[in-house]
């Protein structure tokens, strides 16, 4: 299995946010780049920060710190725990743990599709994160196969 890529920093990409410096690239979407960082404490992080075109667009800031906000009232076995946030600052960001493993999509991509199985697990641990998401009164906008990471503890 191919390993979740992790590219290089770019010139002028953030170093460091909150305490956490950022060591590499993960991905990035829409609304902003989500990097790999390290926690104060040493732990890893996965860093997700708005596009610095829209900071200064106060529609986007505050649509960013409602995601930031909605997604610390989430947790669960299967949801990634939102651990610090810069929701404030020049450039927004947020911090939640990483969750080491490829995504379904790339999965299914590089090996096609999945045994019953392993399809009737990865719907019992969808089910569950729905429904922690849920019990919240929240509802989850962006669930597609590139959102979810697949990981050894699931």
Do not use: C
Not at 32 to 40: D, K
Not at 106 to 135: C, F, K, M, N, T
Request: proline fraction near 8%; avoid cysteine; charged fraction near 20%.
């Amino acid at each position: 299995m191919t390993e979740p890529l992790i590219l290089p920093l770019a010139p002028g990409d953030p170093q460091h946010l909150g305490g956490h410096q950022l060591i590499g690239l993960l991905g990035h979407g829409g609304m902003g780049r989500v990097y790999l960082g390290i926690s104060p404490d040493g732990g890893q992080v996965a860093v997700k920060v708005m596009h610095p075109q829209y900071a200064g667009d106060s529609a986007f800031r505050e649509r960013f710190k409602r995601e930031a906000e909605t997604a610390q009232r989430v947790s669960g076995r299967f949801t990634a725990r939102v651990l610090d946030s810069g929701v404030d600052e020049r450039t927004p960001w947020l911090a939640t743990e990483y969750i080491p493993g490829p995504t379904l999509a790339q999965l299914v991509s590089e090996y096609g599709p999945l045994p019953e199985a392993s399809v009737r697990a990865l719907a019992a641990g969808l089910a569950q994160a729905l429904s922690d998401i849920h019990s919240r009164h929240i509802v989850h906008r962006d669930l597609k196969p590139a959102n979810v990471i697949l990981s050894v503890t699931g």
